[in-house]
């Protein structure tokens, strides 16, 4: 085959990526909707160096990698840290195919496994990758789609589950599923083997998320929602009137995040980001036991000292100690055991109440207005009566506030129009009335257009035309 690295000029012209600056563009594109850092890494002499840039300066930054050895990109955009705690938009799936640890496939070239994985893939029914990068000694299959917020993140991650099964025989690396991995970048060097990191395919299509999704899950959304309505049906329920779609699929894992998001939400809050002494076990352990339905146990234990030591400064012994039982759930649940619970099995990872949370750290009704999940009762109550009133304006209904005001101006205009019949001037029709000249003057022009609509236009009392 020929080389990987080709003309520049040509390879543009085919529409592959040639330079960092390229690949950060098709990755990251610094349109409307995209926002958050993103991490650039890199490796020099054993130590671990990142930096975190704003979307829109990330094409100057990337311009140092061209060339330089063991340079990456975080392939999602965060809030700060590259860490799942902080993911804010997920823009891209991803597979990283170490194929160099297969022996059917070591030294062969990426292409030839680039089109070994296409045959896996089609076998699949799943969509071709939008660009595939020889890495140096691996190959990185990447599928972006446009702009998901991190409640998409469960299902983000059945998707790369299910990419990581499909190409397991090209040595699909489990250990690059989460969400905060970083891949190599185009243009830069592997340190080891000493080739550049070269895009192998052209520039595909960028996808929208939940069509993605809808391709490479079993299931997609809307069989998942004939399967509630089904159960629902066996269950007798009725459905409310005007609710005319079915709600998203809800699973633990979206619980869990939802409820993730709005821990850090009170975080920020009520403590500026930073708990203080005599909170941080309460709110850590929480938030690290919702992180345990998100992540893998090796990347749950990575995430879980990051924001132990940013939230409460814990450093990783302390966190070890303090969360081991959280960890040791999590490595059950992966393994596929269960515990039982009142005469059940179920999934050994801990479960709360949002009760029992709320109760736990004390979250008043104010601070729940600002939350998603994590609401008692008064709360959703409220946000069901807003809801209610929400719809009927949208129907064109009246609310009862503005019903009854208008029921009092009718009786006002009705009172004006008969003291105005008795002979009575406006200035002492406004006195009795308590309102002001102007209004009683309104009251007497709409009463005599009522007039007007109700007699075809003969005011007099009498009638039109001949007998």
């Given at each position: 085959m ?9 390879a ?7 330079t960092?600056e390229?690949?950060a563009?098709v990755l ?19 130590r671990?160096?990142?930096q ?10 990337v ?12 392939q999602?955009?965060?809030?700060g ?7 804010w938009?997920l823009?891209?799936?991803w597979?990283?195919?170490?194929y ?8 062969k ?20 990758p939008?660009?595939a990068?020889?890495t ?13 917020p991190r409640?998409a ?8 589950r299910?990419?990581?099964q499909?190409l397991r ?7 690059a599923?989460?969400?905060a991995?970083?891949l190599?970048?185009v ?5 080891r ?6 895009a192998?395919?052209?520039?595909g299509?960028t996808?929208?998320f939940d069509?993605?999704a809808?391709?490479i ?6 069989e998942l929602?004939?399967l ?5 049906t066996r269950r007798?329920?009725?459905p ?21 998001t709005?821990?850090q ?5 009520r403590?500026w980001?930073?708990l203080?002494a ?12 919702a992180?345990?339905w ?20 814990w450093?990783e012994?302390e ?10 759930r ?11 619970w009142?005469g059940?099995l179920?999934?050994?990872?801990y479960?709360?109440?949002?009760q ?5 750290l004390?979250?008043t ?5 600002h939350m998603?999940?994590?609401?008692g ?9 807003e809801q209610r009133r ?11 506030d ?5 029921v009092?101006?009718?009786d ?20 009795e009335?308590g309102v002001?000249?102007?209004?009683v003057?309104?009251?007497l022009?709409?009463?005599c257009?009522?007039s007007?609509a109700?007699?075809?236009g003969n005011?007099?009392g ?6």
């Amino acid at each position: 085959m020929e080389p990987i690295v080709a003309n520049a000029t040509s390879a543009r012209k085919q529409g592959m990526l040639v330079t960092p600056e390229d690949h950060a563009a098709v990755l990251h594109p610094y349109v409307a909707g995209n926002m958050g850092l993103i991490t650039i890494a890199q490796r020099d002499l054993n130590r671990w160096h990142e930096q975190r840039v704003p979307i829109k300066e990330l094409s100057y930054a990337v311009r140092a990698l061209a060339g330089a050895p063991a340079s990456y990109l975080s392939q999602h955009r965060f809030r700060g840290p590259r860490r799942i705690a902080h993911l804010w938009q997920l823009g891209a799936l991803w597979a990283d195919l170490d194929y160099h640890k297969v022996p059917e496939w070591q030294g062969k070239d990426p292409r030839w496994v680039f089109e070994a994985a296409l045959d896996l893939l089609a076998d699949a029914r799943i969509p071709k990758p939008t660009f595939a990068v020889a890495t140096g000694r691996g190959l990185a299959l990447v599928w972006t789609h446009h702009a998901a917020p991190r409640g998409a993140l469960p299902r983000w991650n059945a998707c790369q589950r299910v990419l990581y099964q499909t190409l397991r025989p090209l040595g699909a690396d489990r250990a690059a599923l989460d969400a905060a991995r970083v891949l190599r970048i185009v243009g830069s060097v592997h340190e080891r083997s000493g080739q550049t990191v070269a895009a192998i395919s052209p520039v595909g299509h960028t996808w929208d998320f939940d069509v993605l999704a809808d391709e490479i899950l079993p299931l997609t959304r809307g069989e998942l929602l004939d399967l509630r309505v089904q159960r629902a049906t066996r269950r007798a329920r009725t459905p409310r009137d005007g609710d005319k779609s079915p709600r998203p699929a809800f699973t633990a894992a979206s619980l869990w995040e939802g409820r993730l998001t709005d821990l850090q939400t009170l975080l920020d809050l009520r403590w500026w980001g930073e708990l203080p002494a005599g909170q941080r076990d309460t709110w850590l352990f929480l938030a690290i036991t919702a992180m345990s339905w998100l992540a893998e146990p090796k990347v749950l234990q990575r995430e879980a000292w990051a924001l132990a030591k940013q939230a409460g400064g814990w450093d990783e012994r302390e966190a070890s100690v303090r969360l081991q039982a959280i960890f040791q759930r999590a490595q059950k649940a992966a393994q596929g055991q269960e515990i039982e619970w009142r005469g059940q099995l179920i999934d050994p990872r801990y479960r709360f109440r949002n009760q029992t949370m709320i109760e736990w750290l004390g979250i008043t009704p104010e601070e729940q207005r600002h939350m998603r999940v994590l609401i008692g009762a008064d709360e959703a109550r409220r946000r069901e009566r807003e809801q209610r009133r929400q719809q009927r304006r949208e129907e064109g209904m009246q609310s009862r506030d503005a019903y009854l005001a208008q029921v009092a101006a009718t009786d006002k205009r009705e009172q004006a129009l008969a003291l105005k019949a008795k002979g009575m001037a406006t200035a002492a029709i406004a006195r009795e009335l308590g309102v002001s000249r102007t209004r009683v003057q309104q009251y007497l022009k709409d009463g005599c257009k009522g007039s007007v609509a109700l007699y075809g236009g003969n005011t007099s009392g009498g009638t039109s035309g001949t007998g």
